[in-house]
């Protein structure tokens, strides 16, 4: 008969395991937002998020359309050849052996005991137990996600629901650069036809009108693909918001819904960039003032407190371009949401204060609460909200200072640039 006291110890084993993989979400879900390539998305998937899960191995197959066959992309464990590459890659078709049945089907499953089930393909050693998780993007296969171990029955309901997270996560990401890789590949074919409208300028004046009617119409149209994409990666962040907001709602502890409200929000700041950038004219830069008011009330409204919160705004109207202002969405976010979340719980009216200042070639941002205040040498190194401040600003050459006077306070320095 299992005690009590037994009982306590699996429930505790199981909350520490769930704590263990929203850090390992969460960590992810940071270097997966750096990713340009379809080759750091993978790798990504090994080196940052397999690798933290103590798992024996793990191999991600990406479907080629060209010959209909799966490959073998990357690696963690004994298939690995290091920096994700892989020691004697093999390539399944739809519905071969396990992998290829999962990813015809598109559901996931976890194979108890290898040995009973005849798909089983042996690659390069038997192992006993084996998870597969297809990529899936709006019913779109992108490839699977399998992992093997030595062991039978290893592999439970966790590591299927943390995988088929993971997967989500992926398959959007491939998506989304697929996506901008094509626009890469328009904006080339582009500058070569505006190119060669140049030269034909210069021998033939008399077409002069004609060619710059040409030319604009192309500009035109490279303004409207620009927004389209635009519109569409806000879109795929929406689904993953949605899917968060699910997540969060049948999540058992409230440990579990605070982060993945947390990774909801820092998604909800990018993709409302990207909505911003579908509605301006100008599809290079964004207003920060403009941008930083929209997303600083959607948060207080998000959060809906049990007591008011003024917001106090003094922003010079200034333009920023989207790879600066992604990164300080990100920044104003975290700051936002820890004010909110636990500034004023001994304050009779709460304050935030915002402004956006100009000094020479750089933009300030200074932010203030007048809560209780917030330790930051205490929790330095061991925040992750602290560190994920430090890492943004630094993509973007700038600098975040602290101050606990009276509050809090952050001051966001960083260089405009050349828009």
Same mark, same amino acid.
């Not at 929203?22 to 397999?50: P, R, W």
């Not at 200072?401 to 306070?409: F, Q």
């Given at each position: 008969?299992?005690?009590?006291?037994?009982?306590?110890?699996?429930?505790?084993?199981?909350?520490?395991?769930?704590?263990?993989?929203?850090?390992?979400?969460?960590?992810?879900?940071?270097?997966?937002?750096?990713?340009?390539?379809?080759?750091?998305?993978?790798?990504?998937?090994?080196?940052?998020?397999?690798?933290?899960?103590?798992?024996?191995?793990?191999?991600?197959?990406?479907?080629?359309?060209?010959?209909?066959?799966?490959?073998?992309?990357?690696?963690?464990?004994?298939?690995?050849?290091?920096?994700?590459?892989?020691?004697?890659?093999?390539?399944?078709?739809?519905?071969?052996?396990?992998?290829?049945?999962?990813?015809?089907?598109?559901?996931?499953?976890?194979?108890?005991?290898?040995?009973?089930?005849?798909?089983?393909?042996?690659?390069?050693?038997?192992?006993?137990?084996?998870?597969?998780?297809?990529?899936?993007?709006?019913?779109?296969?992108?490839?699977?996600?399998?992992?093997?171990?030595?062991?039978?029955?290893?592999? &439970?309901? =966790?590591?299927?629901?943390? %995988?088929?997270?993971?997967? #989500?996560?992926? +398959? !959007?990401? $491939?998506?989304?650069?697929?996506?901008?890789?094509?626009?890469?590949?328009?904006?080339?074919?582009?500058?070569?036809?505006?190119?060669?409208?140049?030269?034909?300028?210069?021998?033939?004046?008399?077409?002069?009108?004609?060619?710059?009617?040409?030319?604009?119409?192309?500009?035109?149209?490279?303004?409207?693909?620009?927004?389209?994409?635009?519109?569409?990666?806000?879109? &795929?962040? =929406?689904?993953?918001?949605? %899917?968060?907001?699910?997540? #969060?709602?049948? +999540? !058992?502890? $409230?440990?579990?819904?605070?982060?993945?409200?947390?990774?909801?929000?820092?998604?909800?700041?990018?993709?409302?960039?990207?909505?911003?950038?579908?509605?301006?004219?100008?599809?290079?830069?964004?207003?920060?003032?403009?941008?930083?008011?929209?997303?600083?009330?959607?948060?207080?409204?998000?959060?809906?407190?049990?007591?008011?919160?003024?917001?106090?705004?003094?922003?010079?109207?200034?333009?920023?371009?989207?790879?600066?202002?992604?990164?300080?969405?990100?920044?104003?976010?975290?700051?936002?949401?820890?004010?909110?979340?636990?500034?004023?719980?001994?304050?009779?009216?709460?304050?935030?204060?915002?402004?956006?200042?100009?000094?020479?070639?750089?933009?300030?941002?200074?932010?203030?609460?007048?809560?209780?205040?917030?330790?930051?040498?205490?929790?330095?190194?061991?925040?992750?909200?602290?560190?994920?401040?430090?890492?943004?600003?630094?993509?973007?050459?700038?600098?975040?200072?602290?101050?606990?006077?009276?509050?809090?306070?952050?001051?966001?320095?960083?260089?405009?640039?050349?828009?």
């Amino acid at each position: 008969m299992v005690g009590r006291s037994d009982m306590i110890t699996e429930e505790i084993k199981e909350l520490r395991l769930k704590e263990t993989y929203l850090e390992v979400i969460n960590s992810f879900a940071t270097v997966l937002f750096d990713t340009q390539s379809i080759d750091e998305i993978v790798f990504s998937i090994a080196n940052h998020a397999i690798a933290k899960l103590n798992y024996w191995d793990c191999v991600i197959y990406l479907y080629n359309e060209e010959d209909g066959r799966l490959y073998q992309e990357a690696a963690y464990g004994p298939k690995s050849a290091g920096s994700g590459r892989i020691k004697n890659a093999i390539s399944v078709k739809p519905g071969e052996g396990i992998v290829g049945s999962v990813f015809l089907s598109g559901v996931g499953e976890i194979v108890n005991d290898t040995s009973k089930d005849e798909r089983y393909m042996v690659d390069d050693e038997i192992r006993l137990s084996e998870i597969s998780i297809p990529l899936l993007y709006k019913g779109n296969k992108i490839g699977v996600i399998d992992s093997e171990h030595p062991e039978k029955d290893f592999f &439970n309901e =966790q590591d299927f629901k943390m %995988l088929t997270t993971l997967a #989500a996560m992926v +398959s !959007s990401k $491939i998506v989304q650069v697929r996506a901008t890789q094509e626009l890469k590949s328009y904006q080339q074919n582009l500058e070569t036809l505006i190119s060669e409208k140049t030269k034909q300028l210069e021998k033939a004046m008399s077409d002069l009108e004609r060619t710059n009617k040409d030319l604009k119409q192309k500009n035109y149209e490279k303004e409207v693909l620009l927004k389209e994409i635009h519109h569409r990666v806000k879109n &795929n962040m =929406q689904i993953m918001i949605s %899917l968060l907001n699910i997540q #969060a709602n049948s +999540s !058992s502890t $409230i440990r579990e819904q605070e982060v993945l409200k947390d990774f909801r929000n820092r998604i909800r700041s990018m993709a409302l960039i990207h909505d911003r950038i579908y509605l301006e004219k100008d599809v290079s830069n964004i207003s920060i003032d403009e941008y930083i008011n929209e997303l600083v009330m959607g948060l207080r409204d998000s959060f809906q407190p049990n007591k008011t919160v003024m917001l106090d705004f003094e922003m010079d109207p200034i333009a920023i371009s989207i790879e600066t202002a992604i990164p300080i969405g990100l920044m104003m976010n975290e700051m936002v949401t820890n004010s909110l979340k636990h500034a004023f719980e001994d304050v009779q009216e709460g304050l935030i204060r915002i402004q956006v200042t100009s000094e020479g070639d750089d933009c300030i941002i200074y932010f203030m609460d007048n809560g209780k205040g917030f330790n930051f040498e205490k929790f330095k190194g061991a925040s992750f909200g602290l560190e994920l401040l430090e890492i943004l600003s630094s993509q973007i050459n700038g600098s975040v200072n602290y101050s606990d006077e009276d509050g809090c306070s952050y001051t966001v320095r960083f260089p405009m640039g050349k828009l």
